[in-house]
């Protein structure tokens, strides 16, 4: 048992937060058009490549950089910096990554993965559809071997980094096996909506994806060796991501919210000293360090004991991002007016907390899950 | 970072798991009901090793240490030991037993802790009092130096074995006109003139454990019996936080584990509208959120335990967090596996109205999660 990051880590993380505090800084995703969220992330790829963060879990760094664990608490580090630009990097590099890494052939995982961990490449993961939950229909989206090639169709929906994707892996299946497609970018065929508003998240880039007559060279598909596989490890790594995300928005809103309370007086007192403040914020710090406590124990379960590895995932991906809603409201409520400013860190943390409980794994199939799971019906 | 446990120590904790399903948990319904303190069941944890575990073997402990000793204390909840049982057991072994240690010369060391393992002796802590409870600097208690002799008077309050003990560890003002550095503490024992228990409260759960206040009445004690030195009384009881905060929260733990398993087992078997209720997506909701928050819950304590293993100085935002998730979640799942029984829930027939019951006092007992609050928005 040991409770504490190595220093090499504890080094590495502190690096990550001043690379991170600056991209918020010079990018300011939040307020980007398409186009400078675009090359946003692209400046923010290749700073955070330099510190060996895009390597982890994809290609191998040294020893202790490249655990989930050590992984979950650099990725925490990054998500209380720059939201945005924390969730297209991990789409990306996290999702796409080690979906190419787990199930693509030793050539996929050059060609793909070398570039993406050197932060010149963008990838996106496009699995949800009509009915978007994978929970309830199979997918519909089809390939077809037609000659050398291989032809898609299908439909998807709400697609990070679709927009500014090099590559988009699309999962369906061909002719009744499990694929991933790797659909380049400028593959005919392909048609990238409009990039959807969304309520947080802002810098972002989402659009749905269709897919018509898409054809692509047989080497653009990975063979996955069975559906419900596929669909665990893409959401069990999606979830992972999540996770980090809200305890980043945790932090985030809490520091705010704290240094708030702290320095600003009403009544003669700074704020802090009131009950009522002083122990929602109380409430908040106990929410987050339980959160925090609970990503970190389900990370490492995720190497030291895998069978437990995607319940624990569960609960923490439950616990952290519900947490997340209430201390990012929490912390709007204490930063009062100030807090209720577009672009406060606050208010940016506040949208993006929601969306932690919709992705992945929904709360409420997780918790079905696990229901199950306790009666031994899973 | 490493959340594994050593093979020994996961043995360790399976013994304690098969040795109170055999010897404790059968008979705890029936005590329970009748509000009785099992003596029998308190001597064979004596016999076991579990009263001592953490004390030197020197003493008639067995040297464990506190993640071990945090394991021991949620294999009993797991096994479906009740609240009750388990207060007793940390007021005895922790509260007391373990001040005894720390602050106890050889001679109190070896008067009392043998016989406090061996569970010949049952121990009891008294601090707080009628009008000094989260404020317990405000003690009214007073001991008064004589010659040789302290005299105390005064009154403690809520003091878990004070009816059944054999030896107290008090905390009484030596310097009434300061708050906390005017606090001492003195082991008295059952049959000193001028000490009496009262009568035992009638307690909404927790029932098994005897609760009572502590009389003192021109008591008259050795100058021998001060423990430490005068002054830093309050000290050690703040020393005892650190257990407070492991190994007596793990009983909880491990009650949810049990609760869990028992509700899992309620749901599969119990047919409504034609199935078992375990289908309704409802009922699977609460399963999945008592498990939530056993898994939430975990770490926060192994942590107290692991960094006390460490010698590392109790970080006391940490703890305070640590109590007050437990303290305050673990209402809203206890609650929910009654209501997951329906009807039979709300009956002694099942023991999750009992462990509702006992949970209640998670976040009272040890600090209240108000006390909590205002420690952490002070250190944060
Ligand atoms: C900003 C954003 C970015 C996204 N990015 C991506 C991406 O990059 N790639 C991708 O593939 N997808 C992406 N998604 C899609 C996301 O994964 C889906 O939104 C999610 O899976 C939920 O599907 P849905 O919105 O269709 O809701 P629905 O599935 O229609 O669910 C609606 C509600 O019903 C509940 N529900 C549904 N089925 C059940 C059931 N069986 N039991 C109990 N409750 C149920 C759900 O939990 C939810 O509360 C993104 C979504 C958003 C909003
Ligand atoms: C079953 C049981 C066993 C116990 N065992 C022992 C034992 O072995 N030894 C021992 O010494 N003690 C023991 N206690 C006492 C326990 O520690 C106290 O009950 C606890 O500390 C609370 O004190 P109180 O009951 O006097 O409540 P009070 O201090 O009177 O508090 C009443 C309410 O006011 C709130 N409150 C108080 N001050 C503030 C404030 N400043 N701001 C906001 N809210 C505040 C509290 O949180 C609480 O909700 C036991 C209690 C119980 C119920």
Redesign the pocket.
């Known amino acids: 048992m040991n409770f504490d990051f190595s220093e090499t880590l504890k080094q590495w993380f502190a690096a990550l937060v001043e690379a991170g505090k600056d991209l918020a800084g010079l990018l300011e995703l939040e307020e980007a058009d398409e186009k400078a969220a675009a090359s946003g992330l692209r400046q923010g790829l290749a700073r955070l490549a330099a510190l060996g963060y895009l390597r982890v879990q994809t290609r191998q760094t040294d020893g202790d950089k490249n655990g989930v664990l050590a992984l979950m608490g650099a990725m925490e580090q990054m998500a209380g910096c720059c939201p945005s630009l924390f969730l297209a990097t991990e789409y990306s590099t996290r999702v796409f990554g080690r979906a190419v890494s787990a199930w693509g052939s030793a050539a996929q995982r050059t060609r793909w993965l070398d570039p993406l961990a050197e932060g010149v490449l963008v990838g996106a993961v496009a699995l949800s559809e009509g009915a978007m939950n994978v929970e309830n229909e199979p997918l519909a989206t089809r390939g077809q071997r037609r000659g050398d090639k291989i032809t898609i169709e299908g439909r998807k929906q709400s697609v990070v980094n679709a927009p500014a994707a090099d590559v988009i892996a699309v999962a369906g299946s061909l002719e009744g096996e499990p694929a991933l497609f790797l659909v380049p970018r400028a593959a005919a065929g392909l048609t990238v909506s409009p990039r959807r508003v969304t309520m947080g998240y802002a810098g972002v880039l989402i659009a749905d994806l269709t897919l018509e007559a898409c054809a692509l060279a047989p080497d653009a598909v990975i063979a996955v060796p069975d559906m419900a596989r596929m669909l665990d490890g893409l959401r069990f790594w999606e979830n992972q991501v999540l996770v980090a995300a809200a305890l980043g928005q945790m932090r985030m809103a809490l520091d705010a919210a704290r240094d708030h309370a702290k320095t600003h007086r009403s009544g003669g007192r700074p704020i802090i000293a009131y009950?009522e403040v002083g122990f929602k914020l109380a409430e908040m710090l106990t929410l987050h360090q339980t959160a925090q406590w609970l990503a970190y124990r389900a990370a490492w379960a995720a190497e030291a004991a895998p069978k437990e590895a995607q319940s624990l995932t569960l609960c923490a991906k439950i616990f952290a991002t519900e947490a997340a809603e209430r201390v990012c409201g929490s912390a709007l409520q204490i930063l009062s007016s100030t807090g209720y400013l577009k672009g406060h860190p606050a208010e940016v943390a506040y949208r993006a907390a929601k969306y932690g409980q919709i992705a992945g794994t929904s709360t409420e199939i997780a918790r079905v899950r696990l229901g199950d799971e306790a009666m031994g019906w899973r | 970072m490493d959340f594994g446990f050593t093979k020994e120590q996961l043995m360790f904790k399976q013994e304690v798991l098969r040795f109170a399903k055999k010897e404790i948990v059968p008979r705890v319904q029936e005590h329970d009901l009748a509000s009785a303190f099992d003596f029998a069941a308190f001597r064979k944890m004596g016999e076991f090793g579990l009263l001592g575990l953490h004390l030197p073997e020197t003493y008639g402990g067995q040297g464990a240490d506190v993640v071990t000793t945090v394991l021991a204390g949620e294999a009993l909840g797991e096994a479906g030991v009740d609240g009750g049982l388990t207060?007793a057991y940390g007021?005895h072994s922790f509260?007391c037993a373990d001040t005894l240690f720390r602050h106890g010369t050889e001679d109190q060391r070896r008067r009392y802790l043998p016989r406090l393992c061996t569970g010949e002796w049952i121990g009891?802590?008294?601090?707080?009092e009628p009008d000094?409870?989260?404020?317990v600097a405000a003690m009214s208690t007073e001991a008064v130096r004589h010659g040789d002799r302290y005299i105390l008077n005064g009154t403690?309050?809520?003091?878990?074995?004070g009816p059944i003990a054999d030896v107290a560890v008090v905390y009484a003002k030596t310097d009434p006109g300061q708050k906390h550095a005017g606090i001492s503490a003195f082991v008295v024992e059952k049959g000193t003139p001028g000490f009496s228990a009262g009568p035992p409260l009638i307690?909404m759960g927790?029932r098994t454990?005897k609760?009572s206040e502590l009389i003192f009445k021109d008591c008259a004690i050795p100058a021998a019996n001060l423990l430490g030195r005068e002054g830093e009384g309050f000290l050690y009881a703040m020393q005892t936080v650190e257990w407070d905060r492991s190994a007596l929260l793990a009983p909880f733990l491990g009650s949810i584990t049990y609760l869990l398993k028992r509700c899992a087992e309620y749901a599969k078997g119990r047919v409504q509208f034609g199935r078992p209720i375990g289908h309704f997506q409802a009922i699977k909701h609460k399963l999945a959120d008592i498990r939530i928050f056993g898994e939430a819950a975990r770490a926060l304590v192994y942590r107290i335990a692991w960094c006390k293993d460490q010698g590392r100085p109790l970080n006391h935002l940490e703890a305070s967090v640590a109590k007050l998730f437990i303290g305050d979640w673990s209402l809203a799942v206890t609650n929910d596996a009654v209501t997951l029984h329906g009807g039979v829930g709300f009956t002694h027939e099942f023991d999750v109205e009992r462990i509702f019951r006992d949970t209640r006092?998670a976040p009272?007992?040890?600090?209240?999660?108000?006390?909590q609050k205002?420690i952490i928005s002070k250190l944060m």
């Not at chain 2, 009272?364 to 006390?371: H, L, R």
Request: proline fraction near 0%.
């Open positions: 009950q | 207060l007021a509260l009891c802590m008294g601090l707080s000094a409870g989260s404020d403690k309050m809520w003091i878990t074995n307690k927790v454990s609760t006092l009272i007992g040890g600090g209240t999660s108000e006390i205002m």
